[in-house]
């Protein structure tokens, strides 16, 4: 019972203070990065129409295993099982969700009308904490370089550590 609670309010402080959490839904091969509010022990992502964030994958009464990520350090602090649920456009549940959305989206080409255009073009989900924490992996879970052509052209000229490191005479 006590190790719950303290699973609960890792995902809540962790979340809250992170500006963006990675989500990867059923079907999806990578994780994706949203930016969300947290609100009422669920964080909660619009988008999903144009000019908005993608939704893919995150299908209402789904799941989706969402990290969270140290905002200094980008460090991986804790993952969870989320159950999905999409909030319909027009209830309580999404004014209070859209309203504290609208402050934390960026670059806004609309401004006051973007709450009219989520209701009528995107998606509101909740992703609510379901289950127990993800064990942390075996591995580092580092992305491996992607292959490239490039290579230097020419091998460093001989002289160029004399040149470099040479010491100034007086």
Known sequence: MTQTLLDQALVEEATKKSGLIWVRGT???AE?????AWLDGAAYVVGG????QPLDGLPDGGTATVTVRSKDKGGRLV???AAVSEIP?????????VAELKGKRL???DGEAM???WAAECRLLRLAPAGALEAAPESSLAASPVP???TTRHPVPAALPRLLFRRKRR
């Open 27 to 29: 079907g999806v091969a």
């Open 32 to 36: 994706r990065a949203l930016w969300h």
């Open 49 to 52: 129409g144009p000019g908005e």
């Open 79 to 81: 993952a969870w099982t």
């Open 89 to 97: 456009a027009g209830s309580e549940a999404w004014d209070t969700a």
């Open 107 to 109: 670059n806004a080409h």
């Open 115 to 117: 709450p009219a255009r």
């Open 148 to 150: 490239t052509p490039a």
